[in-house]
């Protein structure tokens, strides 16, 4: 129950946050892949230059997690299939101007073409999940388990 | 509703903002902060599956609920619109239909392949310095900007 609390609030922050920066918007993304300015690029930046370190840290000392178990990063060698999703991805990461988490806020922000999009991505995900055998696939790069152990 | 925050909050803030809600994710459950793996667990509930990470389905939904704290609360109130503002400057509604649905099936697809999309390799697969999540991100942004010089080769520039 609690976890499904910390679920709710952490997707509302990072779906306030990406509001926030206006990364639901096809011009903000457009401009971006235009290399007309580099606001986004320096936010994953940023981003990644402060979590990185940190979780490096943690890592280092080790720490029992409320809800996880035991604190663990996850690394993995790139394979072929990492290249070719990162390819295709790409391409319609710029025709459609919008990701997943993106995408469901652009509805939040009254733009009704996000109604297209997000239909668009389930389907994509469908697909792939038909041709591995109906299993459902794990999607959140580099990782386990999508059901924490613990409590 | 209050008009507060800017119309766009600049990026050194949302950065490191987005950085330390990646490492709070991982501290209190020890899961990345992605977001196409939300997609694949609330489908499998609407279709009834099994093994459902159900607190996933809470964190798709939280997505939407955010967005409409800051697009229409935190600001002043953003109204019903297509969006898509510079596609649809050189496309007419049709069409951009059909683009935004192919592209995003297609980026779908692809995140699943990858087994992650922007936010679980781009972000928080980097920020574990995963080897493979620096080539899927090093992989996307390649294709991306070079599909978007084609876009704008095919529409002589306009977009």
Known sequence: MKLNLIGLLFGALFGGLLAGAQLHEYDTIHAMLRLDEPDVFLLMGSAIAVSAPLLWLIERRGMKTPFGGEFSLSRSMPQRHHIKGGALFGIGWAIAGTCPAPALVMVSSGALLGLIAIPGIFLGLHIHERESQNQLHVGDGEHRNLQPTGK | MFDVLP????WYIVGPGLGFLIVGLFVMANQPLGASGAYVQTSGLLRRRDGIAVWRVWYFVGMFVGGLMVTQVLR??????????ALRDVLPLGPTIVLVFAGATLLGYGAAVAGGCTSGHGLCGTAQRSPASFAVTATFMTTAILTTLVLRFATGGDL
Do not use: A, H, T
């Open chain 2, 7 to 10: 119309d766009r909050v600049p």
């Open chain 2, 76 to 85: 002043e109130g953003s109204e019903v619109r297509s969006g898509y503002d």
